[in-house]
Nanobody, 119 residues
């Protein structure tokens, strides 16, 4: 199983970006999908997560600005980031809990994509 993230880049404060992360391989079931971020000198932290198609959760700092969604047919998770702030600058990692057979899911990480917000 591999996770391929894309969509990062440089944007001015107040702008927007959309991150995508596609899971591929011998996938039986995808449970949780989410996005974490890690800024220099800080620990990796959850930004947003989506469980099945309905339940989502967000870090307080991004509520109202970021929206997570998923396309189950494509095993892909998206993060729409609006009203970006310099404090959102970080490497963003996608995460997914995936079963490759009818067994407990394992955790997989994408390679990370850099988001830089200039003031």
């Amino acid at each position: 199983v591999q996770l391929q993230a894309s969509g990062g880049g440089l944007v001015q404060a107040g702008g927007f970006l959309r991150l995508s992360c596609a899971a591929s391989g011998s996938i039986f079931r995808v449970n949780f999908m989410g996005w974490y971020r890690q800024a220099p000198g800080e620990q990796r932290a959850l930004v947003a997560g989506i469980y099945n198609d309905v339940n989502t959760n967000y870090a307080d700092s991004v509520k109202g600005r970021f929206t997570i969604s998923r396309d189950n047919a494509k095993n892909t998770v998206y993060l729409q980031m609006n009203s970006l702030e310099p404090e959102d600058t970080a490497v963003y990692y996608c995460d997914a809990h995936i079963s490759t057979s009818n067994r407990p899911a394992l955790n997989y990480w994408g390679q990370g994509t850099l988001v830089t917000v200039s003031s």
